[in-house]
């Protein structure tokens, strides 16, 4: 299937293979998701579009190919259908027919199972957003909110990690809690220290482009910080927190 964010295709199913991505325009499928055309390949050594790289990883030897697009109902190329290696001989016209019969449905398919997990996606992010709305109506301590707004907050918006930072005006610093470890930074540093100290909005596409970011944290522990939302919370016009 086409991943439209990375412009890649995604192997979803194939036999005797795994964790495969192809970017758009190389390779066989990755020219068929492109171009919409379908290819069919006698020979796939003589093809200089064919990648031998998966048959040398895996000792499989491709000879002919068979590739065609498959589209959504307004068109689109959504996915690619391959079919290798013929048993009798090569792929026919007869075979061309009965893989774009087999596309047609299969876009039909794939788009109803989109639909169905976006619709399950979408019932999650409300449940998690209702989940925070009660808990800041409720009587819990400070600490369980806190948590509560963090862990249902990377649900809301697809995040892998959130951090809610509540401001400490007359020391002017930040500090949070992130499990048994308190964390105090100046709001004169960094990204949620630019916002504390603006009260503006701040989404990063990239941190490590961003002047104010710290790779400092990233390189101790080894994770990877790639976008970034970080955002006020107010009381008024005073920042209280951020998140």
């Given at each position: 299937t086409l991943d439209n964010v990375t412009q890649e295709l995604v192997l979803s199913v194939a036999e005797g293979a795994s964790n495969i991505r192809v970017p758009l325009g190389q390779g066989i499928a990755g020219?068929?998701?492109?171009?919409?055309?379908?290819?069919?390949?006698?020979?796939?050594?003589?093809?200089?579009?064919?990648?031998?790289?998966?048959?040398r990883a895996t000792g499989y030897r491709t000879n002919t190919i068979l590739c065609h697009p498959i589209k959504g109902t307004d068109g689109t190329i959504i996915g690619v259908l391959q079919a290798i290696n013929k048993l009798d001989g090569v792929f026919t016209n007869i075979d061309v027919e009965v893989i774009n019969t087999l596309s047609l449905q299969a876009g039909i398919a794939l788009l109803n199972a989109r639909l169905f997990a976006n619709a399950n996606k979408s019932r999650d992010k409300f449940r998690s957003l209702l989940d925070i709305i009660s808990a800041m109506q409720s009587q819990m301590g400070v600490n369980s909110l806190i948590f509560t707004i963090t862990q249902r907050t990377t649900r809301v918006v697809d995040a892998d990690r959130c951090?809610?930072?509540?401001?400490?005006?007359?020391?002017?610093?930040?500090?949070?809690?992130?499990?048994?470890?308190n964390i105090r930074i100046s709001m004169e540093q960094g990204i949620a220290g630019q916002v504390a100290s603006t009260g503006d909005i701040l989404n990063i596409p990239d941190a490590y482009d961003h002047p104010q970011f710290n790779q400092a944290i990233d390189k101790k522990s080894g994770y990877r910080t790639k976008a970034i939302l970080c955002m006020p919370i107010k009381k008024g016009d005073l920042v209280i927190g951020v998140i």
């Open positions: 020219t068929v998701a492109a171009t919409g055309e379908t290819i069919n390949i006698t020979d796939a050594y003589s093809d200089p579009r064919f990648s031998s790289s998966a048959d951090t809610l930072y509540l401001v400490d005006n007359v020391q002017r610093g930040l500090f949070a809690m992130q499990g048994e470890v």
